[in-house]
Structure formats: C-alpha cells, structure tokens
C-alpha cells in the first residue's frame, strides 16, 4: 500500500471539494506518482527529504523551487519588501504636500483597505501557497489572460522598483561624499544583488534576514529618537512635542484654498500611500519556497496588521512630530534644488541635524543605507520568482523554467538586473526628479496588483459557494466577505483612476500622465491582447480548479508533522528512556 493514497482520501473524505472524475483521476496518479517516488528512495536506503520541492510534477529532482524558508525569514522577508525608501525618505514629499495631520489620515484610510485585501489574499494562498503568488491564482482561478496581465505587471512593478532603491541609495550616500561615480554605484549593487541571488534560497533567506533585520533596528531607533527629542532629550533642551502640528499646523492647503486646499492636500497624501503601505503581495510570493506554508505563512498574514499599524501609522506620526513640513532643506530637497549633503531628504536625518544631535545622523543614516539595499534585493528576489511562475504557466518560453541545483531559477535572474540599468538616468536627471518619475510608475502598478488580489478572491468566492465548499473548512477563513473584497476593489480602483486628477482640470502634464497611468492603461491591454490572441476564456465557477497542487501539499504537511512527531519520540526515548529502565530494575529489586 502506497503510502501517499491515505492521505489523499482523507482529503476527499474532510474537505469534500471533489466534484467530478476527472479530478479524481488526476490526483490518484500524482499521489501514486508521488508515493512510488517516496517507496523508491526508501528502497535505497535514503533519508526522506526534509524539503518539498514545490514543483515535484514538473521540474527533475535537481531543480525546481525548494521549500527551505523558515517562519522567522519569512516575518523579515515581508518587512523587506515593505519596509525601505518610501518610508524613511520619499516620506517627506507627502509631508511637504499634506502636513503631518493629513499625511496621519491617509495613512489610516490606506492601511484599513491594505487590511481588507491581506484578508483576501490570505485565505487563498495559505490553501494554496504556490509558485508564482496571486499570478499564478489569477491564471488557474479566472483567466489565462488575467494571469498574464498581472504576472507582466508584477514583474514591471518589482523591476522598477529595483533602480527606484538604487537612485535613492546613489542620493543616501551623497550625506558624506559629493564625488561618489554614479554608475560605479549602479553597477556594484547590480553585481551584488545578482551574487546573493545566485546562492541557494536558504542563504538567500538567510542575508535577508539579517539586512531586514537592521530595517527593524532603524525603526527602533526612530522611534526612540522621536519620543526622546521631544519631550526635550536634545542638545537644545527643547521640549517640542506637537508643536509642528500647530505651527504651521496639521493640515495643508495644497493647490488650492480653504477646505478644498486642505482636501487636495489630504488627497496628495493618499494618492502616495500605495507606495510605502504594501506586504501582502510578499507573502503570497514567497509561499512556494515556504517551510510549513500552512502555518508560517497564516503567521505571516496574521501580523501584517500589527506592521501597518506600528511602522507605517507609527511611521507617519514620528516624521510628523520631528520636523515640519514647510522646512527650508526639505522644500529644496523636493524641488530639486538641494540634494548634495542633505540627508537624502530623509526628515529624521533633517531633524537631527536641525536639532544639533552629532553622531546620531550617521548612524541613521548608514542604517537607511542597509534598508534601501535590502529593499532592492527583495525586489530582484520576487522578479525573478514571477517570471519564473510566468514561464511555469507557458506565458514566457519554457527554458525560462530552468532552475540550478539549489533551487534558483537562473535564466529568470539573468533577465531581472537589465531594468536596474534605468537608475542611470540620474547622469542626465537630478535624482529628485527621476525618484518621482518612479514613485508614479511604482504606486499605479501596485494598485493594479491590488486590484488583481480582489478580482481573484471574488472568483475564488463564487467558486468555493458554486462547488459547495463550506470555507470554515479550510486552514484560514477570511472575515467579512465577499463585502470586504468590494469595498477594497472599489477604493484601489478609484484611487488608480484619480491619482493623476491634475491633468485633467488645466494642468496637463505629458511627464505627470505618462508617469501615473501607464501601468494602470498598460494592465487591460495586456489582457485583451493575451485574450484576443490566446482565444482563452473566464473560467466558469462550477469548473475552477480548487484541488490543483492541494494534495501534493497537505501530503507534504503531513509528512513534516509525522517527522517532528517521529524526532520528538526519539528525543523522548534518548532523554527519559534509560531513567524509565533504571526505575524499573529498582521496582524489581525492591520486589
């Protein structure tokens, strides 16, 4: 008896989601597949692997994705994505824009609907934490052209994002040096990035884990440096507190006058939040190379909401409190006047200057340094990794699929550091002005990924009630659906839409246009032309395939739990074993 059928009828027998015998069939011969794999390794006598390859069915044994991510790698993983440029630096546009009680507000109203959508998400990829994330779920749950489309934005998104942290790295490092070559900074971060890409994922997970770690250290620090200076812990014993809330005030007026100025300042900030707020879209990338995907990554998904609320909300009030928003260097800064020496525009670095603190700057400094760095490398990780889900699901040629022995799936990597080249456009742009050409193009393209999770989850919905499947049976139910879904496909879709309102009303910019909605116009573009020339189609509700990798993967969480519980008998056995034989010789001489 093959060990690996058990399993899968069990499956069947709790979860009833079978609805037909093709289904059937096919999972029969992937778990027998499976099992005659597993009785031939037990036959030579080898250890049973304590990694899951999570593309067994179609990758040799030396390639494809390894499952080697741990929980903790995975909870830092998601910070460095999350967590770099936009929120120590690109920062003080939207303060200069909105004020500090405006600036609070967007964040606010940003981070709920990022919560409604880590609902959605959630729910999906911890049943099915596969290759490729949301892509790979829009491909398989909707439509072959959805797939494409968000796959080819995805890709775009993490790939500008790439050159978007090396412009700001070039302008982070221009604190202490004027004359630092701008292209030797180009160039080493893209050999660099493609050395720590190019070993194993479980050293890759590894430096990322330690870099992200310093993002968490920086955080700490900023916090305590706000809290500290003003309640008066400064070289000027001043005790600030609010004061830049007041004067000159919490909220702007921005392009226009009176509450209308106050709104547009308001709505300046919130057309920038998709940029610093993200996470969820980490979490369902790195899925497939996740150790126990049903436990870490639901750990993962779960503490999203304590990380908007404390580094973003957190976020937004301290760079509110420690500097104001009409502040010379920062305004020279934004308007390209200033950049040499300036902190990066950073308004912690602003602040410290201001108030006389000496080594603090450079410390700071140095640190923001490492999360920029570190946010890049998440980005190439994640690129390549969809363009690897991408060729898996024949949007791009097969030999993209080509994966080295430990796990990297090496054409992909090749591809992914050609974008990082778009960072030298600073030798003919201030950096200034190319970080906001990018900050543009990254925010729409982010929406568009949103906006691509809702659609998913609404299919994934309408399927789970078409096929009868009762949703409090799977490893992680979303709450307040499918209404939460809307509500956050409503406001993703209306913020893409209006983001670029400015060149509608007499203030046409052919820069500021092409800049906001090209990813938004390119997205249903890409759609229609996969669709037109594809033929494909929505894939109706009763015949969305929700078995799919499930089997493959409830086995494998069976195999690592009946490992643990096997160690944790050996353990027991080595430990407490010879007392319990000692006792019983002693129980026989007494008697």
């Known amino acids: 008896k093959s060990a690996g059928i058990v399993p899968l009828f069990e499956c069947l027998l709790e979860r009833e989601t079978i609805h037909s015998p093709p289904y059937i069939l096919t999972i029969l011969v992937n778990q027998t597949t499976m099992a005659t794999r597993n009785d031939e390794k037990k036959l030579a006598t080898t250890p049973t692997p304590s990694v899951y390859e999570g ?159 310093g993002k968490v250290i920086l955080i700490i620090i900023l916090t305590c440096f706000t809290f500290v200076t003003m309640v ?123 108030l006389g603190v000496g080594v603090l700057p450079h410390l700071v400094n140095a640190l923001i340094l490492s999360s920029v760095f570190a946010a890049g490398n998440t980005y190439v990780y994640c690129a390549s990794r969809n363009l690897y889900g991408l060729a898996l699901d024949g949007y791009i040629p097969k030999v993209m699929t080509r994966c080295t022995k430990s796990g990297v799936p090496i054409d992909c990597l090749g591809v992914t550091p050609v974008f990082p080249c778009l960072s030298l456009l600073q030798l003919s742009n201030s950096g200034a002005t190319v970080l906001d050409w990018l900050v543009n193009i990254l925010t729409s393209g982010g929406l568009v990924n949103l906006i691509v999770m809702c659609i998913v989850y609404l299919r994934f919905y309408k399927a789970c009630e078409a096929q009868g499947i009762d949703r409090t049976t799977l490893p992680y139910r979303a709450w307040f659906q499918p209404y939460s879904a809307w509500i956050a496909l409503f406001m993703f879709s209306s913020i893409a839409i209006c983001s670029g309102y400015t060149t509608f009303i007499g203030e046409f910019s052919a820069t500021t246009f092409f800049t906001r909605y090209t990813m938004i116009l390119f997205a249903p573009v890409s759609y229609c032309g996969w669709k037109l020339i594809k033929r494909t189609r929505v894939i109706p509700a ?48 007494q008697g």
């Open 55 to 213: 593309q067994a069915l179609q990758q040799p044994q030396t390639g494809g994705l390894h499952r080697r991510v741990g929980g903790r790698q995975i909870q830092l993983f998601t910070i460095g994505g999350s967590i770099g440029t936009a929120l120590f630096i690109s920062i003080g546009t939207a303060l200069f824009k909105a004020r500090p009680g405006s600036l609070l507000l967007s964040f606010f109203t940003y981070c709920c609907i990022i919560a409604l959508v880590n609902n959605c998400i959630a729910e999906m990829t911890v049943l099915m934490p596969v290759s490729g994330g949301f892509v790979r779920l829009a491909c398989n749950w909707v439509d072959e052209a959805l797939g494409f489309a968000a796959g080819i934005n995805f890709f775009l998104y993490e790939a500008i994002s790439i050159p978007f942290e090396i412009t700001a790295l070039n302008s982070i490092l221009k604190f202490w040096r004027d004359d630092i070559p701008v292209a030797a900074v180009c160039a080493a971060c893209i050999v660099i990035y493609a050395a720590l890409n190019l070993s194993a994922v479980k050293y890759y997970s590894e430096s990322e884990f330690w870099l992200s770690s």
């Open 232 to 354: 008066g812990g400064n070289p000027q014993h001043d005790a600030y507190g609010f004061r830049y809330w007041k004067d000159p005030g919490a909220f702007a007026e921005w392009r226009s006058t009176g509450n209308l100025g106050r709104f547009e300042g308001f709505l300046a900030a919130l057309f920038f939040a998709p940029l610093p707020i993200v996470g969820p879209e980490y979490i369902s990338m790195i899925a497939g190379e996740a150790i126990r995907p049903r436990v870490n990554i639901k750990k993962a998904f779960k503490t999203t909401f304590s990380r908007l609320a404390y580094f973003f909300l957190g976020g937004a009030i301290c760079v509110g409190i420690v500097v104001p928003h009409n502040d010379p260097t920062l305004r020279a800064i934004i308007n390209g006047e200033k950049e040499s020496g300036s902190g990066a525009a950073s308004p912690y670095v602003i602040a410290m200057t201001n």
């Open 542 to 589: 009763k015949e969305v395939d929700l078995i799919w990798e499930r089997p493959e993967i409830d086995a494998y969480e069976a195999n690592l739990e009946e490992q643990e519980s096997s160690m944790t008998n050996l353990v027991r056995n080595k430990l407490f074993g010879g007392w319990k034989k000692a006792d019983e010789k002693d129980r026989e001489s």
